[in-house]
Each structure stands twice: as structure tokens, then as C-alpha cells.
């Protein structure tokens, strides 16, 4: 028999090679977890986003609001053209002022909190009250609403990569848009067609209302990632 003598070069060649293998596929494990966690975080923060969105802007009432305050509660529409709907002209510039200066100090979604927070009770003023000043109230609530909408893009800037950003703003925009249609198609089935009172249309509202609310709670609870790969 022949005994052969190993090499140690080529010993100490595998072992280089294996712990190198071994140390790149410690590093690569993370960070593809790190990836995947991204990914869901994103998905995840931008569903409540979207729905947030869409939620916000889904009331099939509002194409009767005149209707409702001058004959269901029985307001003078001169009262409603003069004493009520200019409040909320008034209101925009500075509310949209106020949303600018806190999504810089506090940031976006604590302004979409709130602004979701104001539409809930927006609805519900206009719809549990009957005198004068809650209508006029609700004209400023309104305002505060629809002006922390501006804190939308600034969201979006904060849970997507800036190459993404724009695509998903976009995105926003549409399902803006398909909110505001559709809930005003639905409301106008349900009045015209299936002779649905106006309160329960108003409750419908409500609900959306408070379904805008709860996700953009949730969007305020979520842990933004230091760094979006």
C-alpha cells in the first residue's frame, strides 16, 4: 500500500473557500429578510393609505345636502346659501394653512388623524342636529377635513422609495377619484331607485367615515423603516 501525504495548501484552499461561502450567505440571509419585511411593511402601509383615501371621500349623501338641511330640517335655504356654506370659503385658506405648518411639526399622519377624525364629526353634526350653529360648525370640520388631504403625498413619500413615489401618487389621485363617483352613482341609485331616506344615507357616510378614521389610526401606529431598499 501507498500512503499519500495530504496537501496543506490545498486543505487550507477548501477551508478558505467554505467559511468565505459560508460568511456570504450570513450576510445575503438578513438582508433578503430584511427585503421581504420591507416589502410587506410597504404593502401593508399602503393598503390602510388607499383605503384611507377611499373611505375619506365615499359619502353618498353628499350630493343632497342642500335637500337635506332646507327640507329635512327645515333651514331657509337663504340661511344655508348666506350664514352656512360661506363659513367653509373662509375656513379653507387658513385650514389649509395649519395642515402645511403641522404635517412639518408633527407630521403627515397625525394631520390625516385628524382631518379623518373632523370628517367623521363632520357627519354626524349635520345629520344628529337640527338648529343652526352645529351646521355651521360643521362647515370648519369640513374644511379641517378636506385640507389634511395635503398630508396624503407626504405619506406616500414616507412609506414608498422616491422612485415609486410618483406612480403611487397618481394611483391615489384615481382612487380618489373612483371614490367620489362611485359614492356619488351609489347615493343616487339608492335615493332614485331604491327610495332610501336620506338619514340612512347619511349613516352610510358615517360608517365610511369611521372606517377612514380606524385606517388612518393604524397608519400612526405603524414603525417606519430607517432606511426603504
Known amino acids: 500500500h501507498q500512503h499519500t501525504v495530504p496537501d496543506l495548501s490545498a486543505l487550507l484552499r477548501c477551508r478558505r473557500l467554505r467559511s468565505s461561502k459560508m460568511s456570504s450567505c450570513q450576510q445575503e440571509g438578513p438582508s433578503v429578510q430584511g427585503r421581504a419585511a420591507t416589502w410587506r411593511w410597504q404593502d401593508s402601509s399602503l393598503a390602510l393609505l388607499y383605503g384611507f383615501v377611499f373611505f375619506s371621500q ?54 390625516l388623524v385628524v382631518g379623518a377624525a373632523c370628517g367623521f364629526a363632520t357627519v354626524v353634526l349635520t345629520c ?59 347615493g343616487q341609485v339608492l335615493r332614485d331607485c331604491a327610495q332610501a331616506n336620506l338619514l340612512w344615507l347619511y349613516v352610510f357616510s358615517a360608517v365610511c367615515q369611521g372606517a377612514s378614521l380606524i385606517c388612518a ?12 431598499s
Open 217 to 228: 389610526a393604524l397608519l400612526l401606529w405603524i414603525e417606519v423603516p430607517v432606511v426603504l
Open 58 to 111: 365615499f359619502k353618498p349623501s353628499e350630493p343632497f345636502l342642500v335637500h337635506y338641511l332646507t327640507v329635512d330640517k327645515g333651514i331657509a335655504r337663504h340661511v344655508v346659501n348666506t350664514m352656512i356654506f360661506p363659513l367653509y370659503v373662509y375656513a379653507r385658506l387658513p385650514c389649509e394653512a395649519l395642515s402645511g405648518l403641522c404635517s412639518e411639526l408633527l407630521g403627515g399622519r397625525v394631520v
Open 128 to 186: 344628529c342636529s337640527e338648529s343652526l350653529w352645529p351646521q355651521q360648525l360643521a362647515q370648519f370640520t369640513v374644511a379641517v377635513s378636506f385640507a389634511s388631504r395635503l398630508a396624503v403625498p407626504q405619506a406616500v413619500f414616507m412609506f414608498v422609495p422616491p422612485a415609486k413615489a410618483q406612480q403611487h401618487i397618481h394611483l391615489v389621485k384615481a382612487v380618489l377619484l373612483l371614490s367620489n363617483s362611485g359614492s356619488a352613482i351609489l
